[in-house]
T-cell receptor, first 113, second 112 residues
Framework: SQKIEQNSEALNIQEGKTATLTCNYTNYSPAYLQWYRQDPGRGPVFLLLIRENEKEKRKERLKVTFDTTLKQSLFHITASQPADSATYLCALDRSRGSYIPTFGRGTSLIVHP | DVKVTQSSRYLVKRTGEKVFLECVQDMDHENMFWYRQDPGLGLRLIYFSYDVKMKEKGDIPEGYSVSREKKERFSLILESASTNQTSMYLC???????????FGPGTRLLVL
């Protein structure tokens, strides 16, 4: 069965630096991958979607890459700010063509002023 | 903007009680979902609905049921609450032609 791995350890970085979060998956070839942000006690909020035929996608300070050979997605936040501190979840389709995602457990990002 | 609302932010119930969690979305989305989220386990799908009066089991449906009588409303029912159902419950909705899910704020349920 498919498996999604996100680093369970929190990522601590200094304000202004680039944060890079990793999402690895195994036993599967997803058609798309999504990234969500979740603040404590709140529901996840969609950030970006990248499809298997796309290598990279950008939105303001956010950048997502999708390497289907490595079975990995990287999520970058440039010029990070304390307000970027949150948990970031990746999600991929649980079967090809399915609109139902399977979520990773998320990685906590802490940006220090 | 899509808005998904959940009936309660916090709820305290006793073991054996019947519990109703309500979710309403205002964007005419066909698909709706119920998840629970627990530390270390991530988001787990309980039930989802493709459309009115339709429901499908997710990964952990045991102990839960759902109801979708109107397109905008999706209810999660705990028939007889147990302490292991203490969790954060999240509702989500989505257009049937798009992958993105829109989540509600969550209901933190404590079963004593």
């Amino acid at each position: 069965s498919q498996k999604i791995e996100q680093n369970s350890e929190a990522l601590n970085i200094q304000e202004g630096k680039t944060a890079t979060l990793t999402c690895n998956y195994t036993n599967y070839s997803p058609a798309y991958l999504q990234w969500y942000r979740q603040d404590p006690g709140r529901g996840p909020v969609f950030l970006l979607l990248i499809r298997e035929n796309e290598k990279e996608k950008r939105k303001e300070r956010l950048k997502v890459t999708f390497d289907t050979t490595l079975k990995q997605s990287l999520f970058h936040i440039t010029a990070s700010q304390p307000a970027d501190s949150a948990t970031y979840l990746c999600a991929l389709d649980r079967s090809r063509g399915s609109y139902i995602p399977t979520f990773g457990r998320g990685t906590s990002l802490i940006v220090h002023p | 903007d899509v808005k998904v609302t959940q009936s309660s932010r916090y709820l305290v119930k006793r073991t054996g009680e019947k519990v109703f969690l309500e979710c309403v979305q205002d964007m005419d989305h066909e698909n709706m979902f119920w998840y629970r989220q627990d530390p270390g386990l991530g988001l787990r799908l309980i039930y989802f609905s493709y459309d009115v009066k339709m429901k499908e089991k997710g990964d952990i449906p045991e102990g839960y049921s759902v109801s979708r009588e109107k397109k905008e409303r999706f209810s999660l029912i705990l028939e007889s609450a147990s302490t292991n159902q203490t969790s954060m419950y999240l509702c989500a909705s989505r257009m049937s032609t798009q992958e993105t899910q829109y989540f509600g704020p969550g209901t933190r349920l404590l079963v004593l």
